[in-house]
Structure formats: structure tokens, C-alpha cells
Nanobody, 126 residues
Framework: QVQLVESGGGLVQPGGSLRLSCTAS????????MGWFRQAPGTEREFVAA????????YYADSVKGRFAISRDNAKNTVYLQMNSLKPEDTAVYSC???????????????????WGQGTQVTVSS
């Protein structure tokens, strides 16, 4: 059974930082690209960042470029999202997802991801 478990969310002041983690089990982690998506109340799920299977390529939404950094540790089956200079508009539930190596589509499309975690809440507020 595949499980993706996120951690690291919480309440942070504007300008602050958080690091999210997502640990996978039940799948060949090192063969899968991984992505982070977020969803705020009343909005559609949106792409945040993605990383290729070996960490060699990273992709970011324009809204987080230069502030967020995605990385992975295949030995620990874990993907990270370092979030700096956080803004109130970053408030959302953040979920990680795995993308099979055979997926032909865009890294930014949620349709290309097979397994999803439950999500972790990030709230940016003073």
C-alpha cells in the first residue's frame, strides 16, 4: 500500500520560513518524480513545485520562484519543500504527490500524479 505522509506545516508570520517534508512508502521512490501542490479554501488545487527522479531538474510555479526550493533524498524516500519569505497568499493545504516515470504530460499538471498525501496546513499570518 502506497503512503505519502507530509509534515512540517504550521503557523508562521509573513516573511518567515517553513520546511515541509513528505515521506513515501510502498513505492519505488527513486523512480518517481515528486511534486508539491496546494489548495486554499474555495480555490482550485495549484501546482507549486516538482522535482525529477534524481533531483536533476526542478520546476516551480511563477508565484513561488525564488522563494521556495524543492529537494529530495532518495535514501530516505523523502521530498522537501523549503519555503522562505512566506506571504499570506501562501496559506493553503500543501500536498505531495508522486508522478510515475512513464507520465508524458507536464510536471505542473495534477493529472500526471498517481498517489497523493493527505496534506499539511500552512498558515501565514501575523
Amino acid at each position: 500500500q502506497v503512503q505519502l505522509v507530509e509534515s512540517g506545516g504550521g503557523l508562521v508570520q509573513p516573511g518567515g520560513s517553513l520546511r515541509l517534508s513528505c515521506t513515501a512508502s510502498g513505492l519505488l521512490f527513486s523512480s518517481n518524480s515528486m511534486g508539491w501542490f496546494r489548495q486554499a479554501p474555495g480555490t482550485e488545487r495549484e501546482f507549486v513545485a516538482a522535482i525529477s527522479w534524481n533531483g536533476g531538474r526542478q520546476y516551480y510555479a511563477d508565484s513561488v520562484k525564488g522563494r521556495f526550493a524543492i529537494s529530495r533524498d532518495n535514501a530516505k524516500n523523502t521530498v522537501y519543500l523549503q519555503m522562505n519569505s512566506l506571504k499570506p497568499e501562501d496559506t493553503a493545504v500543501y500536498s505531495c504527490a508522486s508522478r510515475p516515470p512513464t507520465s508524458p504530460g507536464s510536471f505542473g499538471s495534477s493529472d500526471e500524479y498517481r498517489y497523493w498525501g493527505q496534506g499539511t496546513q500552512v498558515t501565514v499570518s501575523s
